[in-house]
């Protein structure tokens, strides 16, 4: 099945520096990759679509400038959260859509800690 | 605009029976997909079943079944003969064929009683 993958799996930062999360699909194209953020014993959050090659849709509420998105090829996708402070501790799942097939399939996460 | 409600935020079953969680939704988009996911401790989420808004027979995944009831805006999920590795946080989302984005009901913690 389509496998997609995330780095790093966990982080802890201190406040203030930022931190660059990858997600990759590793045995598919993906012209089309979300990025979601759950807090503790919440939902699921679209944050943003990034679309490779052009410029990401942020959702209404979600800053742009702190949370960097680049998809820069049809394999890979990039959300750093610049000058993290703790309020952005969460889990930050992307999923990717496969070209062909139009699936989509979620990456296993990542668990940010911003001390 | 999409919305998907579980209102059930924890329920517990005795292992080997069959449990019900609900999840209703509204949309106006006449095609859309329903899913149901798991998501344990670890974080990931863990696809179970599908259901297309076209499909006129309920989807079925072994021991999972989808109840699906259009008029009714409903898609719930049953999970038959429950086992201990059941215990976990079960998600219904939704997908348009517009939007392509998922949106995520609140979860519902199912704990499977020895």
């Known amino acids: 099945g389509a496998v997609v993958s995330q780095h790093p799996s966990w982080v802890i930062c201190k406040s203030g520096t930022s931190v660059k999360i990858e997600c990759r699909s590793l045995?598919?194209?993906?012209?089309?990759m979300f990025w979601y953020r759950q807090f503790p014993k919440q939902s699921l959050m679209l944050m943003a679509t990034s679309n490779e090659g052009s410029k990401a849709t942020y959702e209404q509420g979600v800053e742009k400038d702190k949370f960097l998105i680049n998809h820069a090829s049809l394999t890979l996708s990039t959300l750093t959260v610049t000058s993290a402070h703790p309020e952005d501790s969460s889990f930050y799942i992307c999923s990717a859509r496969d070209v062909n097939s139009y699936e989509q399939y979620f990456g296993p996460g990542t668990r940010l800690t911003v001390t | 605009a999409q919305k998907i409600t579980q209102t059930q935020p924890g329920m517990f079953v005795q292992e080997k029976e069959a449990v019900t969680l609900d999840c209703t939704y509204d949309t106006s988009d006449q095609s859309y997909g329903l899913f149901w996911y798991k998501q344990p401790s670890s974080g990931e989420m863990i696809f179970l079943i599908y259901?297309?808004?076209?499909?006129?027979q309920n989807a079925t995944e072994g021991r999972y079944s989808l109840n699906f009831q259009k008029a009714r805006k409903s898609a719930n999920l049953v999970i038959s003969a429950s086992q201990l590795g059941d215990s976990a946080m079960y998600f219904c989302?939704?997908?348009?064929?517009?939007?392509?984005?998922?949106?995520f009901g609140t979860g519902t913690s199912l704990t499977v009683i020895p």
């Open positions: 045995d598919f194209q993906a012209t089309t």
């Open positions: 989302a939704m997908r348009t064929n517009t939007g392509n984005q998922f949106y």
């Open positions: 259901q297309g808004s076209y499909d006129e």
